[in-house]
């Protein structure tokens, strides 16, 4: 959910009342001719909101909470839950982890001592999708914002989530309203209020039979979408073939 341009005015005023749009521009690193395209539109992205925040030494998510559509953002975050932790957790990872417990039978119930690979990652949206879905929020999100399913499962597919069905993902499932602008890359896990060492802290919670179950999982789910990827390609060999 883009800004208007005239909110987007005021609030520049306000934190740079002396700086021209250039000056803006300039701090925050972005190009003059794109700021420009979104005011001649009446609609400031998201993402320019928060490059120009950090620019200015401002929170992004405080920021955002100027704004129609992100004032509940500021007060509605919180700590993640140890499902949205391990969904940023990727399969490569949870498979070392298993590996190391085998060798070490103590480890259960303490903090993970593997490096984590950074996130968000290739499967970061929908697993956390996935992670705050008690069952229906695919269509519960699709009802409340009007998306269409077929394009809301398109953007999950591509790992992407516009910041207005991040956050209104977060609100519907009752967890904390940064969390969707974390995993799309929008805001880093710090100004989202995810801790460093949340995700260890997670994993380390999980017994032996969770984290067994828990790799099948990914291992399910990675397998469903390598078959997709096959199936995708002996289908473009095929017509190849046919054209000659």
């Excluded at 609030?11 to 749009?21: K, L």
């Excluded at 609609?43 to 925040?53: C, D, E, G, M, R």
């Excluded at 953002?73 to 932790?85: I, K, N, S, Y």
Aim: hydrophobic fraction near 40%; glycine fraction near 10%.
């Amino acid at each position: 959910m883009a800004v208007t341009a005239k909110s987007f005015q005021l609030w520049r005023s306000q934190i740079a009342p002396n700086d021209t749009v250039s000056d803006l521009c300039r701090k925050a690193g972005i190009k003059r001719s794109t700021l420009g395209q979104q005011l001649v539109r009446g609609k400031v992205a998201v993402a320019t909101i928060v490059s120009i925040a950090r620019a200015y030494g401002l929170h992004p998510v405080e920021a955002l909470g100027n704004f129609e559509g992100y004032r509940d953002l500021p007060g509605g975050m919180r700590e993640p839950t140890d499902a949205e932790l391990i969904s940023q957790v990727s399969h490569i990872d949870i498979l070392r982890l298993v590996v190391a417990r085998s060798r070490d039978e103590e480890a259960a119930g303490r903090p993970v001592q593997l490096d984590l690979a950074s996130f968000p990652h290739q499967t970061s949206v929908r697993g956390w999708i996935d992670a705050i879905d008690t069952g229906d929020l695919r269509q519960a999100l699709a009802g409340k914002t009007g998306i269409a399913p077929q394009n809301l499962s398109a953007q999950l597919t591509a790992g992407r989530l516009t910041p207005e069905l991040a956050l209104e993902a977060a609100r519907l499932a009752g967890v904390s309203l940064a969390s969707g602008l974390v995993v799309t890359n929008l805001i880093t896990p710090s100004e989202g209020g995810w801790p460093a060492e949340g995700r260890h802290r997670a994993l380390g919670r999980k017994s032996d039979a969770d984290l067994v179950l828990l790799a099948r999982d990914r291992l399910d789910g990675l397998g469903k979408a390598l078959k997709k990827l096959e199936l995708a390609h002996s289908r473009d060999q095929d017509l190849w073939e046919n054209l000659g």
